[in-house]
């Protein structure tokens, strides 16, 4: 299965997250490729899209969407999405809000068949390490384990 992992990041937390995401596929031998958004990757031999985008005033980063749309939705695309936010800062009531409305917002002009969908605890100035274990964890589990 060949995986094509796009994503936007303005500070480097998003890419951190997608090269996670990247390195613990390869390490179960799926064939992974992973691109910023801004490289126009041609997806046409994607098995699966993993779409990433960081969340900047209330919305995905314009780029994604943006590339999403150029690429007609992806439509007839397996698509898994995710997003980081800083919705851990307001506790509870903030993750749940920032499912309903900025996954939700990342997922509307998507056109495939969108599979899975999370959202992840972002941060500023030091690696949040368990964001990157949980990025690891959750790829595998959605990819489906290892070829």
């Known amino acids: 299965m060949k995986v094509c992992i796009v994503y936007g990041s303005k500070r480097g ?13 390869r390490e179960r031998g799926f064939e992974t490729h992973t691109w ?5 990757p041609n997806l046409d031999g994607c098995d699966l899209i993993m779409m990433g985008a960081p ?5 995905p980063l314009s780029e994604v969407l943006r590339f999403i749309k150029e690429k007609k939705g992806l439509a007839g695309k397996r698509v ?4 980081l936010a800083m919705a851990q800062k307001f506790g509870k009531l903030g993750k749940e809000y920032t499912k309903k409305r900025y996954l939700r917002l990342m997922m ?3 056109k495939g068949r969108i599979i899975a969908a999370k959202v992840f605890d972002g941060w500023v ?22 070829e």
């Open 13 to 25: 937390s998003t890419e951190r997250v997608a090269r996670a995401i990247e390195n613990a596929l």
């Open 108 to 110: 509307e002009p998507i």
């Open 36 to 40: 910023n958004v801004e490289q126009n």
């Open 80 to 83: 898994v999405v995710f997003i």
């Open 125 to 146: 100035f030091r690696e949040n390490e368990a964001t990157i274990a949980e990025a690891r964890s959750w790829a595998v589990e959605v990819v489906g384990g290892g």
């Open 55 to 59: 969340i900047y005033y209330e919305r």
